[in-house]
């Protein structure tokens, strides 16, 4: 069952490496349908990703990245690594690096880990080279570079991690995608299946990441208005609220990730229906492509 959980892990994987790394999401790890969480392959040069926080980091180097929405057990390792062994023998050979939400108290004794003084807080390896890399979510800092890692915890760690997303400055490097993630995550939680009591779990879970996505998007329509209203003074109030709802749709487009084509700013460009952009924004929330934003499909 894709999760929520799933979701937002992966989303903000590609988004704070793809820009710089080849990201495999979903990787094939044998002939056979298993795979990988996300398979990393750093740039030649890995020094933009040094600024992108201990997510950045763990970039540099050729990896693979698996994340649990419950506490890792050694079971769950053993299957990572295995993919990880496959990967080896195809010639994709790489570390381990294993994201869990709480303590994994039998995987750290099972491989003898420790927390790493050249990782900080909340980063258990150990002096076996093929062994697992254990990245503990409430042990990590409460750091602006733990960030991206702690939305991908529960609880109070996800809260936490909210509250600074929420204060991130504007013009931060991570507020595009993490707001991908968030619309991504309100999706998932209106389409989920599985059983009741799973679903229960992931809306209690994420219920605030949700309402944060429509607290975003408000606000980015607000700002948009705002803009439009400004220019509507000296160029008539309907044209200006057009031109306000445009700037919104256009924000949303690239927040999923839609690169902006020439002829799509054409067509937002030429409509002054104020309706029909409110639609098209109310379509780019969820839309598979940038064309079902027009198109009407999904």
């Given amino acids: 069952m ?11 994987i590609d988004g704070c490496l793809a820009p710089e790394c080849r990201v495999d999401l979903e990787a094939l790890a044998s002939s056979e349908p298993l795979y990988a969480d996300a398979v990393i ?25 698996e994340a649990f ?6 079971e769950d390792v053993d299957r990572c690594m295995a993919r990880a062994s496959l990967l080896r023998a195809a010639g994709r050979g790489r570390a ?6 709480g303590v994994a108290r039998s995987v750290i004794a099972e491989w003898s880990l420790r927390e790493s003084a050249l990782w900080g807080r909340g980063v258990f390896v150990s002096r076996v080279q093929r062994a697992p890399r254990l990245i503990v979510l409430p042990r990590l800092p409460r750091t602006r ?24 400055p504007e013009g931060a490097w991570e507020r595009g995608f993490i707001l991908r993630a968030l619309l991504r995550v309100r999706e998932d939680l209106a389409r989920m299946t599985g059983s009741e009591a799973e679903r229960e779990e992931f809306i209690m879970r994420y219920q605030e990441v949700a309402a944060w996505a429509d607290q975003l998007m408000a606000s980015v329509r607000a700002e948009g208005e705002a803009r439009g209203e400004a220019r509507g003074e000296a160029r008539g109030e309907a044209r200006g609220e057009a031109r306000g709802e445009a700037d919104a749709l256009r924000t949303v487009l690239v927040a999923r990730g839609f690169a902006i084509r020439e002829d799509v700013e054409r067509r937002i460009r030429a409509c002054s229906d104020v ?24």
């Fill in 2 to 12: 894709q999760t929520p959980f799933d979701t937002l892990a992966k989303v903000l």
């Fill in 41 to 65: 392959d750093p740039p030649r040069d890995p020094r933009a990703l040094l600024e992108r926080g201990l997510l950045g980091r763990i970039g540099t180097e050729r990896c693979v990245i």
């Fill in 69 to 74: 929405a419950r506490v890792v057990s050694v």
């Fill in 96 to 101: 381990l690096w294993v994201i869990s939400p």
């Fill in 145 to 168: 570079e733990t960030l991206l890692l702690r939305l991908m915890g529960r609880s109070r760690v996800l809260r936490a991690a909210i509250s600074d997303a929420r204060a991130l």
């Fill in 275 to 298: 309706s029909t952009l409110r639609v098209w924004i109310a379509r780019s929330v969820t839309a598979a492509s940038i064309d079902a934003v027009f198109d009407g499909e999904s």
